[in-house]
Nanobody
Framework: QVQLVESGGRLVQAGDSLRLSCAAS????????MAWFRQAPGKEREFVGG????????VYADFVKGRFIISRDNSKNAIYLQMDVLKPEDTAVYYC???????????????????WGQGTQVTVSS
């Protein structure tokens, strides 16, 4: 099993920056790709971005539009989400996810991720 713990979410103002962290523990040798998803109130959980095991391939959702950057530090079993120019519509619970399958691409569908964190709340006020 793999445990994921997110941190860094808080209340910020529009235009601010925020960095989220996700720490993995347990059988981390199983982990291949990792990703960030988010879920706003009343909406479905959506893919934000993902990174492969070595950090060589990073995929972002279209709405990121250069505002967010994902990075990974395998020495710490962690990934990060740097979010800049935050907007009120970025308000959501942000989840970290991990895949255990070897794939040729970074997966984007929710069902392709095997491990999930509890989420961290990001609130952006206007």
């Amino acid at each position: 099993q793999v445990q994921l713990v997110e941190s860094g979410g808080r209340l910020v103002q529009a235009g601010d920056s925020l960095r989220l962290s996700c720490a993995a523990s347990g059988h981390t040798f199983h982990v291949t790709a990792m990703a960030w998803f988010r879920q706003a109130p009343g909406k479905e959980r959506e893919f934000v971005g993902g990174i492969d095991r070595n950090g060589g391939t990073i995929v972002y959702a279209d709405f990121v539009k250069g505002r967010f950057i994902i990075s990974r530090d395998n020495s710490k079993n962690a990934i990060y989400l740097q979010m800049d120019v935050l907007k009120p519509e970025d308000t959501a619970v942000y989840y970290c996810a991990a895949d255990r399958d070897v794939r040729v691409r970074v997966p984007t569908p929710i069902y392709e991720y095997d491990y999930w964190g509890q989420g961290t709340q990001v609130t952006v006020s206007s």
